[in-house]
């Protein structure tokens, strides 16, 4: 266990590694207008003396190697455009207790709908809890996301009076619509996946000898086919808890949201280069994270996998 562990966080360590050179050699790419702040009304020798300051000017593989070297300190630059001259992890730091609330409440709503979803459309099967629960999969799946956001935005807002624009210091109310709407992919994953593990479960043979021995339906569900159907399932919390944490990019601006996700929006828009680095950073960074503990959750919730074993890697 111990070896695998080290070999899977030395190759998450290099997939960081490649993820990160590339975005950084994307981000030198982009027009030099993202790195000033009044570009327009600078001299080409002003223009010139900022850029040399800054290491732009610098052959490519100087530049990779001094961002590592920053990057190691912490250091992942100043905003030029979002807030002029203020480092990047001093904007970041802030949002991040924003996104973290907003990422927790809707995970936690997330299995409280999506784990039962999943098994009353297992033990109904072909009924009407089934066929409800296809639907509504069917809808999240198939329709872009911004159309039902925008749909609960509204009617939540004209139906019962909760206020479009989102702020945390006034009711907790305000907490429900972008919370909802962050909540309904991961809802329509948790009921589509466990019914399919929990159907896949029950044609198996240690569900037929528990009926032989006249366990009750209730008690092989639950006691049996849930626990085996979700260990799977496990993998994909720890990503889909941290890909919430650092907020939904669309949700966050949809509300005014002071988060993670709408910082991206902004940053992309008004083209601040390092900012908008550090946040797919974060990004890449979080994603990562999130399979690595993705594997080691399914090994401590069902100790019969052994990941150290061969074929066990995956």
Do not use: C
Request: hydrophobic content about 50%; glycine content about 8%.
């Amino acid at each position: 266990m111990v070896k695998y562990l080290l070999k899977r966080i030395a190759r998450s360590l290099l997939t960081l590694i490649i993820i990160i050179t590339i975005v950084f050699v994307l981000v030198r790419q982009m027009p030099i207008e993202g790195y000033f702040d009044n570009f327009d009304k600078l001299t080409d020798a002003q223009i010139e003396t900022k850029l040399d300051a800054m290491g732009l000017n610098d052959p490519m593989p100087k530049q990779i190697i001094n961002f590592y070297k920053n990057l190691l300190k912490g250091d992942l630059g100043v905003s030029n455009k979002i807030q002029r001259n203020v480092p990047v992890v001093d904007i970041l730091l802030p949002k991040l207790p924003v996104s973290i609330k907003l990422g927790s409440a809707s995970l936690v709503l997330s299995l409280l709908l999506g784990i039962p979803l999943g098994i009353l459309m297992t033990k109904y099967k072909g009924k009407f809890f089934d066929k409800f629960g296809t639907v509504f999969i069917v809808f999240i799946q198939a329709a872009p996301a911004a159309v039902y956001y925008l749909f609960i935005q509204h009617y939540g807002t004209n139906l019962f009076g909760i206020p479009m624009i989102y702020s945390e210091d006034v009711s907790i109310f305000w907490w429900l619509l972008p919370v909802f709407s962050m909540s309904l992919g991961n809802i329509a994953y948790y009921g589509m996946w466990l019914r399919r593990y929990m159907v896949d479960e029950l044609n198996k043979d240690y569900v037929r000898l528990a009926r032989a021995k006249g366990l009750s339906e209730g008690k092989i569900m639950f006691k049996h086919v849930f626990k085996n159907a979700f260990v799977p399932m496990v993998q994909y919390i720890p990503t889909s808890f941290l890909n919430t944490v650092i907020g939904s990019i669309y949700v966050e601006s949809l509300y005014s949201i002071n988060g993670m996700g709408g910082l991206l929006v902004k940053s992309v828009q008004q083209s601040d280069n390092n900012l908008v680095q550090a946040i797919v950073l974060l990004y890449a960074t979080v994603g990562i994270i999130g399979l690595l503990l993705g594997d080691l959750l399914m090994v401590f919730i069902d100790p019969r996998i052994t990941l150290s074993e061969k074929g066990g890697d995956r």
